[in-house]
């Protein structure tokens, strides 16, 4: 086993690997911006290694930069996390040229699968079902409307280097084809530096459910079920859990068979996700395999019992999967709000500043995953996530209402955050029957909006009211004296900054 690795990430994700390699023994090393001397992930880290300026592009994601440290500190493995350079082939290839192990698939694989025409094709060979939809890139636009006539419109042009979303376009019929595929090529091409287009049938209102995958280098491939991510808004997903309230055991099998057919297609290796369509008649199709660690990795964790960055960390190393296909079994339910620093109010734009004062909630079945302490600031060069929260129950219900209990008890103060909307989602009626799609927050956002938008001058009025109200309701049992020369707003105040209500 490993002595050292190296976490070339920040944040939550960075210290869920930590806590993975403190609990085997490992030493962890971290590396860091200037913005981030006194991050989190530092301070948890055995050892540390500054990188450079704050923009990821000086920091996170210099390649050498990355390998020096590991290097100089004398880590045996770097784990990229998500994001940053978790699924870059290059860096992956480079760890391997200077002697160190990526814990993660093999360049190979990450190249593969990154290439969304050349994965769809491995899938076809492989007999995973695909979305309707054509093998190569396109050339011109007369080309595209033949095609389109023969799969029926609406039809969605993608970028080949692709992926989450970015290059897409939808066309619904001929005449809208020759702009809509301009765009499609120049985005794909100013994004990815590759203007490759394919066309596939385009499917209204599907759902986004994904299959975690284990992979070891003995050939084991089992799947941890399913995770239901349709609750997203612009490709970025908001609340994920595990098990979907669609799929049933039968459904699962056969989804998860396909998901480690898919696994043995790629030649994959280590922790990986299987991504699936699936449509209003609970048909489903390979979209693409992601090869890094999830952010939604925990639901899983949750409801199956196994510490996936441990698994990774093993796989890395040599060994074998420590459970078969036939060991794994699945309890209770699961689900992850993620707590960005956003307001939701307004097109969920990032919410930059100091957290001013902060207390997570905690008690039966809560997880929570955070990158940020009291004091820390959420920056505008990183994702401005703060955590993740994780509610466990014996039911999807109890689970739900864990939820909103610990949502209730999280106390974050200085910037906004989207922990009203969560709220809110949670007492959805459609998200308590299990009644959505990848549209949900799209449909629902002028609602869900409207519930809380409240003018300002209004606001304050309902401040005095509910201080007044409080006041005269709840003074008793706070465990405050309330002397009589102590105002009540004093009083209030005090309740309030004691109990963070
Ligand atoms: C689709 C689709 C409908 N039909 N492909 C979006 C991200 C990228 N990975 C693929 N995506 C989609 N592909 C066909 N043929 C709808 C989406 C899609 C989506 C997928 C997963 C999660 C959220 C989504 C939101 C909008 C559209």
Redesign the pocket.
Known sequence: MFKKILIANRGEIAIRIMRACREMGIAAVAVYSEVDRTAQHVRYADEAYLLGAAPATESYLVMEKIIGAAKALKAEAIHPGYGFLAENPEFAQLVKDNGLIFIGPEPATIRLLGD?MAARDTMIKAGVPI?P?IKKAIASVTETQEIAEGIGYPI?L?AAA????KG?R?VRSASEMPQLFKMAHSEAKSAFGDDRIYI?????K?R?IEFQILADQHGNVAHLGERE??I?RR?Q?VIEESPSPIVDQEMRQRMGETAVKAAKAANYENAGTV?F?VDQDKNF?F??VNTRLQVEHPVTEMVTGIDLAKEQIRIAAGEPLSLSQHEIQWRGSAIECRIYAEDAENNFLPSIGKIQSYREPNGPGVRVDSGLANGDAVSIYYDPLISKLIAWGRTRTEAIQRMKRALDEYGIYGVQTIIPFHKQVMNHPDFINGTFS??FIDEQKDQLSKLVSIPESDLKTMAILSCLFDYQTKKMGTGITKSPNLSCWKYETRRRRLFGV
């Open positions: 969304k979305v939809g969605l993608k692709g992926g989450g979303g897409m939808i596939e049938k385009y499917l209204e599907p986004h991510c349709s997203q490709h997903k991504e369509l199709f979209l693409e990848t549209h």
